[in-house]
């Protein structure tokens, strides 16, 4: 290969896109093929939490507008981190940081709201309805990637960014294995109105609340409000900067997330139907009552009010470690190589870091400072064990495994218990509020 690679990225999602990004703000030819057949197509409208890992790729990868846009999307910070019983009883509550550096702070993002800004700039890139299903590498340094509808595409470096089925996995590295956490989420959408709002204590509303339910079923809630109403219109009080890069943003017209309240359930499959995973709708939300029999009224009355369509049952599902290979003109980022569970945001933070760390090793290899195959190389040296450090400490949160004591008949209440216990004594001293409070705004770790 002689000069800029022409870069192939399959998936769409938050890593993906923010690689695509900064590759084409470097002059690096880029493009982009997704399974899904339009932007707004995919059920991607639950929080994620976008911390300090993800800010800085974000601010470094984006154009400035565009970064600036982001924050503008974002909803409300959450101003409290609270735990909370299944009967509504507040356990602890930790008062956390006001609003600071963009890339120091924590950033309540809905995840399509994300996708419509990632896409942003991009419509010449991006190719939808597009379903990779193998590659074929050449001595001559090429590669095509060939899709389910009979075309292909060829470029010098081959990038998987399409998440935990990942197809290119598959192919490329067929010893790496996901497997079952053993914990089942299903996720609802309730819209927020003046009834909804009223249902939440204050200071759940305005924070990130766990929910620690006798029985083994756990939950979080968290309320959404953006700078835009359901007509699209922006809220009074707006900034006028921010309102100007609302009304000039296009994604607005694509995406129809209002303010709403998250309501997350999950608990260790074994208690779930064995067909969850293909119920919908109200049905879902049929089982998510059933296992919420215990939770105080209003929560249950969350769970009635939301959105059949919003009702997503979620298995959660991890990596497990990858032996070394050796690095060639295909690599990966995000889900597709260090799948981890669900929480804090990591998973979506560590696709970011990836996307900026590629992005630097690809300008290098532009620049003539070394070969395509050892930038990649250089990536993934730094890459694989960051992420599966991430992949173990996810997995090893409180409730995030099906083997977790707090699933347990017996034993569970003592673990719960315990639980309880420590975040009341934690947000009761000052040192170790502090503490708490330091990592919840640094958690996802990045280097310096």
């Known amino acids: 290969m002689s000069g800029a690679p022409h870069v192939l990225i399959i998936g769409a999602g938050t890593g993906g896109l923010c690689l695509a990004h900064g590759l084409r703000r470097a002059g690096i030819s880029v493009a982009v093929y997704e399974r899904h057949r339009h932007r707004a ?59 600071a550096a963009p890339e120091h702070t924590e950033h ?30 050449r001595d001559d340094g090429t590669l095509t990637a060939h899709f389910a509808d ?73 309320v959404m409000e953006f700078r835009w109403d359901a007509d699209r219109a922006i809220k009074p ?7 100007a890069l609302l009304r000039d943003w296009p994604g607005l017209a ?28 109200e049905d879902l939300k049929r089982v998510a009552l059933d296992l919420t029999g215990n939770w105080h009224p209003h929560l249950r009355e969350l769970l009635t009010l939301s959105d059949p369509d919003s009702a997503l049952p979620i298995k959660v599902t991890t990596s497990e470690p990858v032996p ?47 070969t395509l195959v050892q930038a990649v190389a250089d990536y993934e040296a730094a890459m694989v064990p960051y992420g599966f450090a991430r992949v173990t400490e996810s997995l090893n949160r409180s409730g995030t495994s099906g083997e977790d004591r707090m699933y347990r008949p017996v034993v569970g209440r003592l673990a719960l218990l ?18 708490f409070v330091d990592d919840f705004h640094t958690y996802e770790g990045d280097e310096a």
Not at 74 to 95: D, H, K
Not at 264 to 277: E, G, H, L, N, T
Not at 339 to 365: E, F, I
Request: charged share 20%; aromatic share 6%; glycine share 10%.
């Open 108 to 137: 309540s993002v809905a995840r399509m709201v994300l996708r419509q800004v990632l896409l942003t700039g991009l419509t010449d890139v991006v190719h939808f309805d597009k379903t990779f299903i193998r590659y074929e590498q």
């Open 418 to 435: 315990g639980a309880r216990g420590y975040f009341g004594v934690t947000s009761r001293v000052p040192r170790l509020r502090r503490r």
């Open 254 to 281: 694509h995406d129809t997330t209002t303010d709403n309240i998250n309501l997350i359930i999950w608990s260790a499959a074994r208690r779930f139907p064995a067909d969850v995973m293909r119920r919908r709708g």
């Open 41 to 99: 197509e995919g059920l991607l409208g639950y929080r994620v939490g976008i911390g300090p890992t993800g800010s800085r790729a974000l601010r470094e990868c984006l154009p400035p507008e565009l970064f600036a846009t982001f924050l503008a999307t974002c909803a409300r910070p959450p101003r409290y981190f609270n735990v909370v019983t299944q009967g509504l009883r507040q356990t602890a509550s930790f008062e956390l940081r006001p609003d």
């Open 150 to 222: 009979g075309t292909s595409a060829t470029g010098n470096l081959l990038v998987a960014a399409d998440g935990t089925h990942s197809a290119v996995r598959h192919q490329y590295l067929p010893h790496a294995v996901t497997r079952d956490a053993g914990t089942i989420n299903i996720a609802t959408r309730v819209p927020l109105t003046a009834h909804t709002r009223d249902l939440v204590p204050e200071r759940v509303r305005q924070g990130i609340s766990l929910i620690f339910g006798a029985g083994g079923t756990m939950g979080v809630l968290h």
């Open 324 to 370: 070394p290979w050796k690095s060639s003109t295909v690599t990966l980022l995000g889900d597709a190589i260090h799948t981890m569970t669900p929480g804090r945001g990591v998973g979506a933070n560590t696709a970011l870091r990836d996307a900026r760390l590629l992005c630097r090793q690809l300008v290098q290899a532009a620049a003539g400072d070394k």
């Open 237 to 243: 009080g707006v900034s006028d900067a921010d309102a």
